[in-house]
């Protein structure tokens, strides 16, 4: 009998393990709510908060309700740019990483 995993479960645990792989979910989130994927991004946001900071720490850092937030990235969750622009910095701080954006021709 093989032994299998949840993806999701792997990708979190790699995200608590490795602080590169972490930026590149935050990096590929903000990539993906510029070229207006946003369910893609919301996806990718909701892993990164839940494989590092939790959500309880991210409304603290927002000043928003944790259950509001889990809701603005969930599946039917329709965030407006104010609060995706809001989570975003808080994460980057919260990551310490500062990210540029550069337009490529």
């Known amino acids: 009998m093989a032994l299998t995993r949840d993806f999701r479960d792997t990708v979190m645990e790699r995200a608590r393990k490795d602080p590169e792989f972490r930026i590149g979910l935050l990096t590929e989130a903000i990539e993906c709510v510029i070229n207006d994927e946003i369910n893609v991004a919301k996806e990718l946001l909701r892993d990164y908060v839940n494989a590092t900071i939790?959500?309880?720490?991210?409304?603290?850092?927002?000043?928003?309700?944790?259950?509001?937030?889990?809701?603005?990235?969930?599946?039917?969750?329709?965030?407006?740019?104010k609060n995706i622009s809001s989570l975003l910095a808080s994460l980057k701080e919260s990551e310490g990483v500062k990210l540029h954006v550069q337009a490529l021709g």
Do not use: V
């Not at 603290?60 to 740019?81: F, I, Q, V």
């Open 54 to 81: 939790g959500f309880q720490e991210l409304g603290t850092l927002t000043k928003k309700d944790p259950k509001s937030l889990m809701r603005m990235l969930g599946p039917k969750g329709n965030p407006s740019l």
